[in-house]
């Protein structure tokens, strides 16, 4: 299956026949949600988070299948991905998690994407353009519960806030909802502390008889961590994907991504050669240099140059000289047999060998979620079964 299968334009590249593409797994991806489940407080629902193109992986192909495999709702961060998702065919409740403009909120309204409301004056802009549309808009409610960003303060949510969601025709007060700051922490006292705001608020709107049909709180690592952060819905992100939100979890996880390329060319060099701009690595014995048609332009990040490895022919080989825009080089030693047209595995697995996205994430400083965030839209993506 590629691209095309899953809405024209996507991936315009993926019938082209780059070798540098990405693989995603979709019974993977399957196995994941399943995973979830069993962790599911009962009566929970699971909304798939596909923000960020499906975190690098594809969001409607990634949406479809959680949504055929029992997903409920779809997250995204923007209301101009949710219109792919429609244009797509999704037909399922999409909500919009982050911040939206007033086109924004427009344009949410027209393709019944729920928004997600933080502040009176949002609140205000969603009411005004339901009126002016004649539609119906619905809306959750954030709360920020400690993590300092998106949300209106708990305590903030007073009887003028209440008169609002209740009383607007046009506002249908779908969801409350709150997010958590480290969820994949060991320590729980901080998920502790924001779970009880959360309960003392909904505890609130119960004796005001308030209570929207949906309420969520918890992420991925709330997910297998914390069944008393489920209420009736969670929202699955980077579990989905098989990337463990911290690494006990990683047993009952499958990474849907592999990322591959080729060797383009192979030549063989003697010591004191230098490769790559800067020359900042020399070989130090006779060596074999394999060329490989990807780079930081691809989110093969110029931080990786020096330092990781890559699998061809199921063994590591290291990354040497610095990655440019759309090539970098690898170093084998003179006696391994490797051929122009091998596979190159960036991330992904080949025979007993693995990279994972945590392998390049720690290189990098950084968490897996912005490697695979960072695979380049002219990286085309392929939808295997296997
Ligand atoms: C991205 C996001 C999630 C998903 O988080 P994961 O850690 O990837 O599971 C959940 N809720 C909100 C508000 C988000 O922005």
Not at 99 to 104: E, F, I, K, L, P
Not at 316 to 336: E, F, N
Request: net charge neutral.
């Amino acid at each position: 299956m590629n691209g095309e299968f899953f809405g024209k334009g996507v991936y315009p590249l993926a019938e082209i026949g780059r070798p540098t593409k990405v693989e995603v797994n979709l019974q993977h991806i399957r196995q994941n949600l399943h995973a979830a489940r069993q962790h599911l407080y009962p009566g929970s629902e699971i909304m798939a988070v596909v923000k960020a193109d499906g975190y690098g992986h594809g969001a409607v192909a990634v949406a479809k299948t959680a949504l055929h495999a029992g997903a409920a709702w779809i997250g995204v961060a923007l209301a101009e991905e949710g219109v792919v998702l429609r244009k797509n065919e999704i037909d399922a409740p999409i909500l919009i998690l982050g911040y939206s403009s007033r086109d924004q909120i427009r344009l949410a309204i027209s393709e019944r994407l729920d928004i997600t409301v933080y502040d009176m004056e949002t609140l205000d802009e969603v009411r005004k353009a339901a009126a002016e549309l004649g539609r119906e808009a619905a809306v959750h409610v954030k709360v920020d519960t400690g993590m300092g960003r998106l949300g209106i303060q708990a305590e903030a949510l007073d009887e003028s806030w209440l008169k609002r969601l209740t009383d607007s025709p046009r506002i249908w007060w779908r969801g409350l909802f709150s997010h958590l700051a480290e969820s994949e922490a060991e320590d729980p006292a901080y998920t502790r502390r924001q779970l009880s705001r959360f309960l003392d608020l909904v505890e609130l709107l119960r004796r005001r008889d308030a209570i929207p049909p949906w309420l969520h709180l918890a992420n991925s690592g709330g997910t297998f961590k914390y069944p008393g952060t489920h209420f009736n819905m969670v929202r699955f992100g980077l579990g989905l994907y098989g990337l463990p939100p911290y690494p006990a979890i990683a047993d009952a996880l499958r990474p849907a991504l592999s990322w591959t390329s080729q060797v383009a060319f192979i030549k063989r060099v003697p010591a004191g050669f230098p490769v790559g701009y800067g020359r900042t690595f020399t070989t130090p014995g006779p060596m074999q240099l394999a060329g490989v048609p990807v780079g930081y332009a691809d989110g093969y990040r110029r931080g990786l140059s020096n330092r990781a490895s890559v699998l061809i022919r199921g063994r590591r080989y290291p990354v040497v000289g610095r990655i440019s825009m759309d090539q970098m080089t690898v170093a084998i030693p003179p006696d391994h047999p490797v051929a122009r047209g091998d596979t190159v595995t960036l991330i992904g697995e080949d025979g007993t060998e693995r990279i994972t996205a945590d392998e390049l994430a720690e290189i990098l400083g950084t968490i897996s979620y912005e490697v695979v965030c960072g695979i380049g839209t002219r990286v085309p993506r392929f939808y295997t079964e296997r």
